[in-house]
């Protein structure tokens, strides 16, 4: 993937010879004249990573060259979070977006964390406030708090329990509620209401990557590729959501293709998704929809290499709101995972 960067670090016969074996990996999403740009830095980030005794954690929308050449770990946001917290690492890199970082140092108080660009951001952790969680306890004496992980460590630290698109209802349905208040993804809440016989109430959080998709996109698809899977994350509006064959996070989508192996498939989801599994599936044909996340795209190599060699930007979280969203977090880490919310 083009970066608005420019990638300087030189291509030399060590650095090739030190590449070549991740090259295989990717060699169908990633043409040689990019790699020749990457490697240098991919081979400096190994050395370093080895030398910081660092962990390089990726979320699945990252781009090929991060996902498949320097991450240690990749994964949804509940393997990340899970990841985070069983590391021996000294220090987790999180290729992925601020809240992912916040959830990690959450876990981890003691070790250092670096999000390699701290404005990488996300709608959903913009849409709400601590305030606002207050305002809906007001509204709804009693009523507990499920909070998607896509929030800021205040929300999460106004909250009972989080969740993420993997567990979302295992969690609603572990608090043994009538009524929860699921926030702040509207469309996933409308997603887990389906599901469950618990009443939801709902925020009007969207993540500005998945309300893009539209039910009549999916009905062309379907027309223009007669046989294709369709594959959609929850965060979509429900009119994609009816017209896909299977709904589930990115993880479930994962082993969908794994465990079926689809001839044809479109992933209704950020568009690096689809790119990461081409060279692991050669045999599939994926749709890749070019819906970008402009936050995990602020994740580069030249900016993973700067935060392994400055140690900074780190996440840090004042101890006593960290106290209480730690609470939040590992509730939610207790709870059997839900591979597929469908
Ligand atoms: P999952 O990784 O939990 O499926 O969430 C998708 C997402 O949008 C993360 O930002
Ligand atoms: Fe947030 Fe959506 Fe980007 Fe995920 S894809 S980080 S939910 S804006």
Known sequence: MITAERLALPYTDAVAAATEHLYAGVRRSVTRAEWELYAPYVARIETLKRERKAVVLAHHYQSQEIYRCVADIVGDSLTLAQAAAATPADTIVMCGVHFMAETAKLLNPAKTVLLPDLAAGCSLAESITAADVRALRAAYPGTPVVTYVNTSAAVKAESDVCCTSANAVAVVESL??????????????????????????????????????TAAEIIELREMHPG??????????????????????????????????????????????????????????????????PHMRRITLPKILRALETMQPQIE??????????????????????????
């Open 317 to 342: 979280i004042e101890p006593a709101l960290a106290a209480r969203a730690r609470l939040a977090v590992e509730r939610m880490t207790r709870v059997r995972r839900d591979a597929a919310p469908t």
């Open 176 to 213: 043994g509620a009538r009524r929860v208040i699921f926030i702040p993804d509207q469309y996933l809440a409308a997603h887990v209401a389906t599901k469950t016989s618990v009443e939801i109430v709902t925020w009007q959080g969207h993540c500005e990557v998945h309300e893009r998709f």
């Open 228 to 293: 294709i899977v369709v594959l959609a994350h929850p965060e979509c509006p429900p009119g994609v959501l009816a017209n896909a064959d299977f709904v589930g996070s990115t993880t479930a989508m994962l082993a969908y293709v794994k465990e079926r192996r689809p001839a044809r498939v479109a992933m209704i989801t950020e568009c690096a998704m689809a790119g990461n599994l081409v060279d692991a599936f050669p045999e599939i044909e994926f749709m890749q929809p070019c819906n970008l996340c």
